[in-house]
């Protein structure tokens, strides 16, 4: 069976940082792009950053570029999302997602249909 398992939620104050980890059992990651999702309550679940099976292409979305990185180690099988500069507004439990299929566009990589294997998520609380 394939698994992803979310990991490195907590609780943050406003400006500071949380890595997140994405790990795969019951397969190997090397074939499948990546995605970071996020949903706070009362609210959709949104795209936060996605990655390419190879890494080589990586998208995010507005609200959280040039704060957020993604990245992934295949030999380690995980993919990770750094998060610096958090906001109140980036609260939400997060999750990571494996489709086989690669990206498609950049629009599609952010778009939770795209995706066939979703992990339990990883809370993020940030307050002051």
């Known amino acids: 069976q394939l698994h992803l398992v979310e990991s490195g939620g907590g609780l943050v104050q406003p400006g500071g940082s949380l890595r997140l980890s994405c790990a795969a059992s019951?397969?190997?990651?090397?074939?499948?792009?990546i995605g970071w999702f996020r949903q706070a309550p009362g609210k959709e679940r949104e795209g936060v950053s996605c990655?390419?099976?190879?890494?080589?292409?990586?998208n995010y979305a507005d609200s959280v570029k040039g704060r957020f990185t993604i990245s992934r180690d295949n030999d380690k099988n995980t993919v990770y999302l750094q998060m610096n500069s958090l906001k109140v507004e980036d609260s939400a439990i997060y999750y990571c997602?494996?489709?086989?299929?690669?990206?498609?566009?950049?629009?599609?990589?952010?778009?939770?249909?795209?995706?066939?294997?979703w992990g339990q998520g990883t809370q993020v609380l940030v307050f002051s």
């Open positions: 019951g397969f190997t990651l090397d074939y499948y792009a």
């Open positions: 990655i390419s099976s190879s890494g080589g292409s990586t």
């Open positions: 997602a494996a489709v086989s299929k690669g990206l498609g566009s950049s629009w599609s990589g952010l778009q939770f249909g795209w995706y066939d294997y």
